[in-house]
């Protein structure tokens, strides 16, 4: 069993900064990737940002420049930096990850999710 524990979401004004944390835990053999998805209310959920083991990272459009996502590899948790918030930020932030367990199985697993608004 794998579980992803999110931390670091709240209420900012528009234009403040929030740091999302995820730590992954359990079964563990290796983290291919990991990523930071949000779904807000009746909209489908979609990809802010992700990263791979090397490092390599990509973003969606509307958060590139304001948004950065980083990993700790020893620690197995991924963070996303939002800075810059605007309204359209507003949504239930969730975390991904692409784990080979010890039994060597690939999953995917998520968390529960943490909910972000930017309001004033």
């Known amino acids: 069993q794998v579980q992803l524990v999110e931390s670091g979401g709240g209420l900012v004004q528009p234009g403040g900064s929030l740091r999302l944390s995820c730590a992954a835990s359990?079964?563990?053999?290796?983290?291919?990737?990991m990523g930071w998805y949000r779904q807000a209310p009746g909209k489908q959920r979609e990809l802010v940002a992700g990263?791979?083991?090397?490092?390599?990272?990509n973003y969606a459009d509307p958060v590139k420049g304001r948004f950065t996502i980083s990993r700790d590899n020893a620690k197995n948790t991924v963070y996303l930096q939002m800075n810059s918030l605007k309204p359209e930020d507003t949504a239930v932030y969730y975390c991904n990850a692409e784990v080979i367990s010890t039994w060597f199985l690939e999953g995917d697993y998520w968390g529960q999710g943490t909910q972000v608004t930017v309001s004033s």
């Open positions: 990263i791979r083991t090397g490092g390599s990272t």
């Open positions: 359990g079964t563990i053999f290796k983290i291919n990737a």
